[in-house]
């Protein structure tokens, strides 16, 4: 999020603090598309949004810039080099040399800027770019990951349903939850490319869903079968823990199903996945459907 569309958002979230309308802008049609925020009105005239919108919104700005939206002004931070300049110290406040870096990979070549570019004949996590020098993606689909594990193993994934689709894909790593390596810009970056068909491959449990609901993407990219999520949680060895603290995503979870309680119309939907989660109260994690060979599907979200 740049720094006129933070403070038009802070803005409006000051003003309404438990939900309002606005008149609708350039900056709030940005608002809603690029992040979720609200809904706009059939006639475009105005921008509805609700307390929980806030919420989430001050959750995913927390979780990618570190501040809180409602009260904090845009950090003013500048890149070490640029920092150097004046400053003996290069790191004082200066933002991390990854913050403009996401990390691609593809199962066939990377295609992007109107060249075709080999892989690495290494098992590799991929090429670590910054995202702003890609101007276009000769891809048609594009990946979101979440877990950095299946960015070296992406040959080892068990893509045989959706393998047509998929072999040309290029997959972009979500990026960590660290201080030093903030999640904004490969969200960005997934989400300035709207022309493409863009798809999320998240862990299956609370957490893991929201990431696919709110990463903007078309598609989740998931296990074909609920038995194999039964299966393989149940046989892997550990007290599980993480599904416990995952409130928050069960929360939203939840309430997202009692909003598209009429969409679910297909056999497996990620409610279906979800109530499974529910019932047996575990984690399945990428790295889990990598070791197993666990069938994929893409499902519509």
């Known amino acids: 999020m740049n720094k006129q569309l933070y403070n038009f958002t802070q803005g409006i979230i000051q003003k309404y603090r438990q939900g309002g309308q606005v008149k609708n802008s350039v900056l709030a049609t940005k608002l809603n598309e ?36 409602r009260n904090d002004p845009y ?20 933002y991390p040399v990854s913050k403009d870096f996401i990390l691609i990979n593809s199962l066939s070549e990377i ?5 075709i570019y080999p892989l690495s004949p ?7 770019i910054e995202a702003d020098e890609v101007l276009s993606i000769e ?33 972009v790593y979500r ?24 798809i999320c491959f998240s862990d299956v449990d609370p957490k893991g869903i929201e990431i696919a609901l709110t990463s903007h993407a078309d598609y989740w990219l998931t296990i074909n079968d609920i038995s194999d999520y039964e299966k393989t949680t149940q046989s892997l060895e550990g007290n599980e823990e993480e599904w416990f603290k995952q409130g928050a995503s069960i929360t939203f979870l939840r309430k997202k199903i009692l909003e598209q309680e009429q969409s679910f119309q297909n056999k497996l939907t990620w409610k279906s996945l979800f109530t499974a989660s ?12 990598v070791r197993n060979g666990l069938a994929l599907i893409l499902l519509k979200l």
């Not at 047996?280 to 459907?289: A, M, N, P, V």
């Open 111 to 115: 295609k992007v800027n109107q060249k």
């Open 34 to 69: 690029d992040f979720g925020f609200g809904s706009v009105d059939l006639s475009k005239k105005h921008l509805t949004f609700e307390f929980l919108d806030i919420l989430n919104l001050t959750k995913e700005i927390q979780r990618t810039l570190r501040i809180d939206i």
């Open 75 to 94: 950090p003013s931070k500048k890149s070490r080099l640029d920092n150097s300049e004046n400053n003996r110290d290069e790191k004082e406040n200066s």
């Open 122 to 128: 290494f098992t590799s996590l991929g090429h670590y």
């Open 175 to 198: 990026g960590d939850i660290k201080k030093q390596q903030s999640t904004g810009t490969a969200y960005e970056f997934f989400r300035r490319f709207k022309k493409h068909q863009r």
């Open 278 to 289: 529910s019932k047996i109260q575990k984690t399945l994690k990428q790295e889990h459907i």
């Open 139 to 171: 891809h048609k689909y594009i990946i979101f990951v979440e877990n950095l594990a299946v960015m070296a193993n992406l040959s080892k994934l068990n893509l045989a349903l959706v393998s047509e689709n998929l072999i040309d894909a290029l997959w």
